[in-house]
């Protein structure tokens, strides 16, 4: 026997009620942003390798490390999106977008993204984004606001409970380099007793030593200079801004000084959303400002504001229960049993589908006993036999069959 081919390390299958549930996800979470305004946009699954090293940044661990680079037969090299918000920016340039008069632009997105991680529970190496870019000349209070409240009241609606947001601040790049002037000053001297990615992290971005996941080094990132002492005033101030009107909203959150987010293009507000139940769970989603991703890519000065929730990880926090709720009703109307086997049930299929009557035939082979139980299966409502002296309908529910003529069957379905 040929040997069999398995689905790559990393990847799921969305079959059966879990395919539903992730159609049904995507329309829950389009449905959210459209609420705030936000038009669907569909990229490129791959784009130009340079968008993304120029925008994630050299050395965030995704460009490091983890994307997938594709050998090109063409002289330009393509990488796998490992996010989207470059890949908007960059649809944003192309398209001359930034000049449209109706600012902020707002736009949402659902798709498969791609990242060269080890595989493990909620770590995948295509897993699924859904997001939201705002972006303008100046992102104002009120845009900030909305990405946040959407990010929080999207994760809340799919798990149909309550989530937590951490937040931080991360201030210019200028303001940045002088952090982690002071970080590099800290962690000198002990880095020898740190981890491997931490040394590595010293030269490529200290930031990101405050991210590990070491529990001694966390430790000892707890004593290390904080973001927030390196803002300017104007950062501080915006900073303050924000959380006060958080509070005002009614917004729960909870600063986090550790918080610096694995992609590089941000400045100013950052976030990540956590289970509330599970908080050890890696996070559900996350964001921030960005003022200068756009410029970095040949556009003009836009600012924008997004975030990305991993859809694979919310649907992994679900409740069952909550599955159950969101892929009831998918089942098929009609089952039609094809008893003369001269293909007339594919005919008759038809005509309720232009009455907007889900159908399945069951298979020429199955035996009428197998055909109802298959049909009991998939939640049909109705069983139609096509039969050598003529129809029967019969009402699954009601246990009710009766013969029936073809005008008969398209006037009681066109009546439902
Ligand atoms: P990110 O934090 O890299 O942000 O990814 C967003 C979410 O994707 C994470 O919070 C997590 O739920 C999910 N995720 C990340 N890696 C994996 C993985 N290996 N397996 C499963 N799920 C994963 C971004 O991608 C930014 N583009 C967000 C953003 C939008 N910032 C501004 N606008």
Redo the contacts with the bound molecule.
Sequence with gaps: MAEQIKRPRGTTDWYGKEGVLLEEVKDLFLHEASLYGASYVELPVFEESHLFHRTVGESSDIVRKETFDLVSKGDKDYTLRP???AGVNRLIIENKLYASPDLPLRYSYFGPVF?Y?RPQS???RQ?Y?Y?V?FLDNKIDIDTTLDAFLLSIRSTKKALNRDCRAKINYLGSFESRENYKKALRGYFEPIIDTMCDDCKNRLQTNPLRILDCKVPEDQEIAKGAPRVRDYLSEDDRKDFENICRKLDENGIDYEIDDGLV???DYYTGLVW?IYDATNPSF???????K?SSLMRQIGGPDFEGI?????V??IILCMSQERKDELTQGHSVDVMIIDQKKDGDAARIGEKLRNLDVSVTIASLAKAMGGAFKMADRLGAKYVIISGEDGLQLKDLAQREQKSVTEEELIEFFGSK
Excluded: V
């Design positions: 996010e989207f918000t990242r991680e909620g770590r995948l897993f984004q997001g870019e987010r694995g992609l990540e890696p996070a559900l989603g996350g964001g921030g960005y997004g975030f990305s929730l991993g694979d990880r």
